[in-house]
């Protein structure tokens, strides 16, 4: 069994900054892709950011210059730094994670449970 557990939400003023952190455990022999997605109140989960097992990112266009993803293979890690927070990031933040937990088995898409990230005006 594989989880992923996030960590590092919490309430900060815009302008500020919050690093999410997202450890992955249990049964693991490899991990792909990696990410980020967010869902606020009354929409739909959205993607975020992404980084491949090799560190090449992609992100979604209203974060970009903003927040920075970054991993450690060697710790099953993932982490989103986020800057200059605006209202409008208030969100709950998962964490995904492409994993492989026998070198038999194919990738499977695993999510943690979401961290709550609120940002005042």
């Known amino acids: 069994q594989v989880q992923l557990v996030e960590s590092g939400g919490g309430l900060v003023q815009a302008g500020g900054s919050l690093r999410l952190s997202c450890a992955a455990s249990?049964?693991?022999?490899?991990?792909?892709?990696m990410g980020w997605y967010r869902q606020s109140p009354g929409k739909q989960r959205e993607w975020v950011a992404t980084?491949?097992?090799?560190?090449?990112?992609n992100y979604v266009e209203f974060v970009k210059g903003r927040f920075t993803i970054s991993r450690d293979n060697d710790k099953n890690m993932v982490y989103l730094q986020m800057d200059s927070l605006k209202p409008e990031d208030t969100a709950v933040y998962y964490c995904?994670?492409?994993?492989?937990?026998?070198?038999?088995?194919?990738?499977?898409?695993?999510w943690g449970q979401g961290t709550q990230v609120t940002v005042s005006s």
């Open positions: 249990g049964s693991i022999f490899r991990i792909n892709d």
């Open positions: 980084i491949t097992a090799g560190g090449n990112t």
């Open positions: 995904t994670g492409q994993v492989m937990d026998t070198w038999w088995s194919s990738f499977r898409n695993y």
